[in-house]
């Protein structure tokens, strides 16, 4: 998205606490640190996430180290940068590496809760089983990516487009290992899991805003990618946010 160049005066007082945002990481300078505080004021904003790190490799796939922290440390700092203050981590049994290294998130400023399921139910279920916590627009991630894109801009888009889930999306140049998405402006038509045969290079990218009315769709038992995806797009319910900035998936980093 093209930038436009303005000038300002601002008070050295407040410069001060607007350098404070300035982490290196996240947010590089001046610039970048004045125009998340204008996007947190101007809306865009949702204060819970649902991160997916069940199954037999979640807990691994978490955990593993990226730039000296856990992918999982690296995604809540990430998203507690934009206002999400309320985590819920869903687990399986293989868990105790998570709760030992973010307890009850109090260490990072946040609020973590644990999603515990004895017997994995697959992503849907997972997200299912989060309904009673969840009141309004939520975010849904998988563990193991690292993303630089910008929260509120995304969520501001979910809610102009008025879809029940709005998936983060990127042209890629393997399609074979994702799910890829064909589009009609910002509407998914179709979705398609780890096809060999994609119609697109649009893939997505395992993060996801959700409006709470999307749990109508969502089943008990089940995959996201298999059995909600598809459905919504059918329906015209699913929505397509497209980012250029950074994106890893290190699960496939890994292989």
Avoid at 116 to 143: K, Q
Avoid at 179 to 201: I, Q, W
Avoid at 222 to 238: N, T, Y
Wanted: charged share 25%; aromatic share 8%.
């Amino acid at each position: 998205m093209k930038q436009e160049k303005i000038a300002i005066s601002i008070d050295p007082l407040l410069l001060k606490e607007v350098e404070k945002t300035i982490d290196g990481t996240h947010v590089r300078n001046r610039s970048q640190a004045i125009e998340l505080l204008v996007r947190k004021a101007l809306g865009g904003k949702v204060a819970t996430a649902i991160i997916l790190a069940g199954g037999r490799r979640g807990e691994v796939k978490a955990m593993r180290l990226y730039n000296g922290k856990p992918v999982l440390h690296r995604l809540i700092e990430w998203m507690s940068l934009y206002g999400i203050t309320m985590f819920i981590i869903a687990v399986d049994k293989n868990e105790k590496r998570i709760r030992r290294y973010f307890g009850d998130g109090s260490h990072f400023g946040v609020r973590i809760f644990y999603l515990l399921e004895p017997v994995p139910t697959g992503t849907a279920g997972a997200v299912h089983s989060c309904r009673s916590l969840v009141h309004s627009d939520f975010i849904v991630a998988n563990c193991d990516s690292i993303f630089s894109l910008d929260i509120p801009m995304m969520v501001a888009y979910h809610r102009r487009n008025g879809k029940l889930v709005t998936m983060a999306v990127k042209e890629h140049i393997t399609t074979s290992k994702y799910g890829t998405v064909e589009m009609e402006g910002d509407t998914v038509k179709g979705f398609y899991e780890k096809s060999a045969s994609a119609p697109s290079r649009i893939i997505n990218t395992g993060l996801y805003v959700m409006s709470r009315e999307s749990f109508r769709y969502i089943p008990s038992k089940g995959m996201l990618e298999r059995d909600v995806f598809p459905a919504l797009a059918k329906a015209g319910k699913l929505g397509g946010f497209v980012f250029t900035s950074e994106w890893k998936d290190l699960e496939m980093q890994m292989e």
